[in-house]
């Protein structure tokens, strides 16, 4: 018969059994699947972390290529069909006349086609005194359209005092017709 020592020995190496199995096959692969969860979890985070960062941005560039529509649709509301070109003119010949010069040549020369936009330069020659001239190119300045002065060229009329003659291009931009 056993002696009660031995039962106790036998008992406590039968939990120590049970403790090492229960470790081994329960515990470690718990511990494990928590290491893989942990992990996949901190990868989503990462991701989610990630997404936030792209998501401000792309908030940001939506905020941009607003404001380049709205600089876009400023810029085109500035360029008249070019049906207008005959109003245009005539405003620049107005503001010539208003001013006390004297248009002599006005001649629209070959137009250049952009992307989006015509530039259809002008040549003319006007004359009249220096401060006319100053007057005409700041009211030209005030124009809701776009326009711009290139090839200026002011020459002093020897037989009237104050008096000049200036040849320059102007080039007028109209919006591109739709085809």
């Known amino acids: 018969m056993m002696t009660s020592g031995f039962r106790h020995l036998i008992f406590f190496i039968l939990i120590i059994g049970l403790a090492y199995a229960s470790y081994a096959y329960m515990i470690k692969p718990a511990n494990a699947h928590l290491d893989q969860e942990r992990t996949a979890m901190e990868q989503k985070r990462a991701k989610l972390d990630e ?3 792209v998501t401000a941005a792309a908030e940001d560039l939506t905020e941009q290529l607003r404001k380049v529509e709205e600089a876009i ?3 085109e509301s500035k360029l008249p069909p070019s049906s207008e070109i005959h109003t245009v003119l005539e405003n620049v010949t107005l503001i010539a006349q208003r001013q006390g010069l004297t248009p ?4 629209t020369m070959k ?3 952009n992307r989006g936009y015509i530039e ?7 004359h009249g005194d220096f401060q006319a001239y100053y007057a005409f190119l700041l009211e030209l300045e005030k124009l809701d359209r776009i326009t711009k002065i290139r090839e200026l060229k002011l020459k002093k009329k020897p037989q009237a005092e104050g008096q000049t003659e200036a040849t320059f291009v102007m080039s007028i931009f109209f919006q591109k017709s739709a085809a």
């Not at 259809?120 to 006007?126: A, C, R, V």
């Open 120 to 126: 259809q330069p002008i040549s003319m020659e006007l």
């Open 104 to 107: 002599k040549t006005i001649r």
């Open 51 to 53: 997404l936030d960062r």
């Open 111 to 113: 137009p250049v086609e």
């Open 73 to 75: 649709a400023v810029f």
